[in-house]
T-cell receptor, first 116, second 111 residues
Framework: NAGVTQTPKFQVLKTGQSMTLQCAQDMNHEYMSWYRQDPGMGLRLIHYSVGAGITDQGEVPNGYNVSRSTTEDFPLRLLSAAPSQTSVYFC???????????????FGSGTQLSVL | TQLLEQSPQFLSIQEGENLTVYCNSSSVFSSLQWYRQEPGEGPVLLVTVVTGGEVKKLKRLTFQFGDARKDSSLHITAAQPGDTGLYLCAGDGGSQGNLIFGKGTKLSVKP
């Protein structure tokens, strides 16, 4: 089982460049989310989706866009990268909406992004 | 805004020692989860606690949920180098039931 697959593993961007972080899961999970992890800040929610065609903002959504055209894929787009977006990004999924069933999150292995 | 405070932030111990890490909040959670994260990987769920006062054991790891469901602890007995990692607590406190995470406890167990 592949689980949650994130690509790329590492990426270096220049300020102002755009890129898309890919996330795919093969577990037929309804819920998918993107977190960023910064030293001393823990994991912070960027955007999430409770099903295909439905997305919503998390705690730190500015500078990021998402879409959910299929159940499997949940890409994260940086429209104009800034040094403040240097971080490790994690995609996570769950079978159902968290908080209603104590479902666990399955995480990808992360994308380390540096913006120069 | 619901917050989860973890302590200590860093812990470096020798193999065989016991340790406890804490996860505290002023808010009530319907459940709390503990994850372990190894370098270069995503967090992996260790346990979910859902009932106030609940105690769960996972080999040498003991998890407790406070009676008021505002805090939790993780106790490791006879720590081993393989226990090294970042331990994160998480609660269902966000909108739509999203998980919110503590900042983590970074544990290093030296041989």
């Amino acid at each position: 089982n592949a689980g949650v697959t994130q690509t790329p593993k590492f990426q270096v961007l220049k300020t102002g460049q755009s890129m898309t972080l890919q996330c795919a899961q093969d577990m037929n999970h309804e819920y998918m989310s993107w977190y960023r992890q910064d030293p001393g800040m823990g994991l912070r929610l960027i955007h999430y989706s409770v099903g295909a065609g439905i997305t919503d903002q998390g705690e730190v959504p500015n500078g990021y866009n998402v879409s959910r055209s299929t159940t499997e894929d949940f890409p994260l787009r940086l429209l104009s990268a800034a040094p403040s977006q240097t971080s490790v990004y994690f995609c996570a999924s769950s079978y159902s909406i968290l908080g209603r069933s104590n479902e666990k999150l399955f995480f990808g292995s992360g994308t380390q992004l540096s913006v120069l | 805004t619901q917050l989860l405070e973890q302590s200590p932030q860093f812990l470096s111990i020798q193999e065989g020692e016991n340790l406890t890490v804490y996860c505290n909040s002023s808010s009530v959670f319907s459940s709390l989860q503990w994850y372990r994260q190894e370098p270069g990987e995503g967090p992996v769920l260790l346990v979910t606690v859902v009932t106030g006062g609940e105690v769960k054991k996972l080999k040498r790891l003991t998890f407790q949920f406070g009676d008021a469901r505002k805090d939790s602890s993780l106790h490791i007995t006879a720590a081993q180098p393989g226990d090294t990692g970042l331990y994160l607590c998480a609660g269902d406190g966000g909108s739509q039931g999203n998980l919110i995470f503590g900042k983590g406890t970074k544990l290093s167990v030296k041989p």
